[in-house]
């Protein structure tokens, strides 16, 4: 995606990665290539990825930050060591992903609800491409260290949000404590 959420999520990364180079893959081109400009300025080696295929398969961290209906990401494009992050396709009738991208890949989920609510795992779950038993751990599990997350530097870690309003309560809070001590000096 190159939307308003895509925006802000290489400056994410960067706050806890050493990210340097992205590319940007977006079904409207024009709007890529803005988000690519705004990321160079910003510091980014960013460039234009015209093949998803080829951008997925040469990325460490695949991000989607869409609105489809349909896959864009394939799991046959994976490769070991990736990160799969999907923070679009919110909805039980949307998806970012097709069924083989949770197959032998650990998964981790940002609420209990995310099953339910994501076509993304709605429809791996049907199919039994993911058994609810390969859902390893929700983000508090993760950051409250009750599960390690990866395993070892092969494993195909994939993380489906779907956006919870503890989530918006956390980052509203670091906001406003930022705000507030940067006031105080």
């Keep these: 995606g190159a939307g308003r959420i895509a925006a802000v999520l290489a400056h994410a990364y ?6 340097r180079r992205v ?72 998806r970012e992903t097709d069924d083989e991208c949770f197959r032998d890949t650990s998964v981790f989920v940002d609420c209990a609800e995310a099953p339910l609510k994501a076509g993304d795992l709605v429809f791996p779950l049907a199919s039994g491409a993911l058994a609810p038993s390969g859902i390893r751990a929700r983000l508090e599990d993760l950051c409250r260290g009750r599960h390690p ?8 870690t994939v993380f489906k949000s779907v956006g919870s309003a503890l989530e918006d309560l956390a980052a509203g809070m670091l906001a406003y404590e930022g705000a507030a001590g940067s006031a105080d000096r």
């Design 149 to 156: 997350g990866r395993a070892n530097g092969h494993e195909i």
């Design 14 to 19: 960067r706050a806890v990665r050493p990210i």
């Design 23 to 94: 590319r940007v893959w977006n079904r409207n081109a024009t709007r890529a290539r803005l988000l690519v400009e705004r990321l160079s300025a910003d510091g980014f080696e960013a460039a234009l990825a015209t093949d998803l295929e080829q951008a997925v398969r040469a990325s460490d961290i695949v991000t989607c930050a869409t609105l489809s209906t349909q896959p864009l990401v394939r799991g046959q494009w994976l490769q070991p060591g990736q990160h799969l992050d999907l923070i679009g396709a919110f909805a039980p009738h949307m």
